[in-house]
T-cell receptor, first 112, second 115 residues
Framework: GEDVEQSLFLSVREGDSSVINCTYTDSSSTYLYWYKQEPGAGLQLLTYIFSNMDMKQDQRLTVLLNKKDKHLSLRIADTQTGDSAIYFCAEKGYSSASKIIFGSGTRLSIRP | EAEVAQSPRYKITEKSQAVAFWCDPISGHATLYWYRQILGQGPELLVQFQDESVVDDSQLPKDRFSAERLKGVDSTLKIQPAELGDSAMYLC?????????????FGQGTRLTVV
């Protein structure tokens, strides 16, 4: 079945870049998302990429997709303390009826 | 900015009691999702609606959970009877549901504690 995997933790120094990685198994995945969750809150959609794209940049966020390896990454430039959160990778098939499948999340912590 | 509204934010209930959660999606969003998020894990889909129809409820424990979206707008998720293992965050999300607009927007969630 479909599966999305992420490493559990990442610690970076304030001002450095953060790179959060994700792998997925469903080759029919068409939409790939990054969500951010702060403590006790719901999920905030950060960005998404279609499977026919290699890269998408949005201000400090850069998403890279390697479709051959089914690998997705999120790079956060100039990481700030407000970026501390759990980041979820998610994938969805082409059909509007396809469900969104989430990874278990990567907790990003920022060192001063 | 339009938001997905959920209530209550927090709920404490005793095991074997009934509990219900409510969700009002963003206006015009045809697709509505209910997810359960256990602490330390990613969200898992319980049920997905397209308008008033259930599209996927394969992971919904139907012996105790029920969900409805009678008029294709707001939705209710019910648990009866609640068990200790149901303690989790219950998240509602909605999307336009078209092929070009699949982004799902989440509410703040209802944190359920069963004691």
């Amino acid at each position: 079945g479909e599966d999305v995997e992420q490493s559990l933790f990442l610690s970076v120094r304030e001002g450095d870049s953060s790179v959060i990685n994700c792998t997925y198994t469903d080759s029919s995945s068409t939409y790939l998302y990054w969500y951010k969750q702060e403590p006790g809150a719901g999920l905030q959609l950060l960005t998404y990429i279609f499977s026919n794209m290699d890269m998408k940049q949005d201000q400090r966020l850069t998403v890279l997709l390697n479709k051959k390896d089914k690998h997705l990454s999120l790079r956060i430039a100039d990481t700030q303390t407000g970026d501390s959160a759990i980041y979820f990778c998610a994938e969805k098939g082409y059909s509007s009826a396809s469900k969104i499948i989430f990874g278990s999340g990567t907790r990003l912590s920022i060192r001063p | 900015e339009a938001e997905v509204a959920q209530s209550p934010r927090y709920k404490i209930t005793e095991k074997s009691q009934a509990v219900a959660f409510w969700c009002d999606p963003i206006s015009g969003h045809a697709t509505l999702y209910w997810y359960r998020q256990i602490l330390g894990q990613g969200p898992e889909l319980l049920v997905q609606f397209q308008d008033e129809s259930v599209v996927d409820d394969s992971q919904l424990p139907k012996d105790r959970f029920s969900a409805e979206r009678l008029k294709g707008v707001d939705s209710t998720l019910k648990i009866q009877p609640a068990e200790l293992g149901d303690s989790a965050m219950y998240l509602c999300a909605s999307s336009l549901g078209t092929l070009k607009n699949t982004e799902a927007f989440f509410g703040q969630g209802t944190r359920l504690t069963v004691v």
